[in-house]
C-alpha cells in the first residue's frame, strides 16, 4: 500500500490513482504522470515539500562529529555518520591559485565528502525534530495561494 502523502495533493488525472498505466518493457506499467505513486502534490503542496527540504538541508561548515550526513552519489543516496570535520583554506584543499577559498573536510567511515564553506547537505535529525518541521511545513503551507506563493498580509490600520 502507498504512503498518504503529508502535503496538498490531488490523485493523479492519468492513472487515475493506480500508478499504473500503459505497458511498456523498459518501465512496466508504471505512470509517468506520478512517477508510479497515484498521486501529484498540488502547486501548494510542492511548495510545502520545498520548504521542508530546505530545513533539512544545512552548510558543511555546521555539521558536527557524531551527525548523519545523506551523500547523493552515483551509487545512490546513503546516510553516514561524521567521524571528522577538517577546515582548510583553498590552498591547503588543493587550489592553489585560490588560498582565499574556505573548503570543509568531511569524512564518515566510508566516504569523504569536501566543499566549500556555504555547500548544504541533507542532516539527518531525530524522529521528535522531524515531527516539528512536518508540522512548521503544514503551517507554511496554510499560508500559501493555490499557487503555491505566500499570500499577501492585510495591513493594519
Sequence with gaps: ????????????SRCGGSGEYSFNLRDGSRCYGCNGIGYKLTKRGRAAQNFLNAMRQIPMENFQIGDLIRFDGLSGSKWERIVSIEF?????????NRPDLQCVYI????????????TKY????????????????????ETLTKTGKQRKQKLAA
Aim: aromatic residues 10%; contains cysteine.
Design 107 to 118: 569524512k564518515t567511515n566510508n566516504i569523504v565528502i569536501t566543499g566549500f564553506v556555504g
Design 1 to 12: 500500500m502507498k504512503a498518504k502523502p503529508t502535503f496538498e495533493h490531488e490523485t493523479c
Design 122 to 141: 541533507t542532516k539527518g535529525f531525530t524522529a521528535e525534530e522531524k515531527q516539528q518541521q512536518v508540522a512548521d511545513a503544514l503551517k507554511y503551507q
Design 88 to 96: 582548510m583554506n583553498g590552498e591547503q584543499a588543493g587550489y592553489v
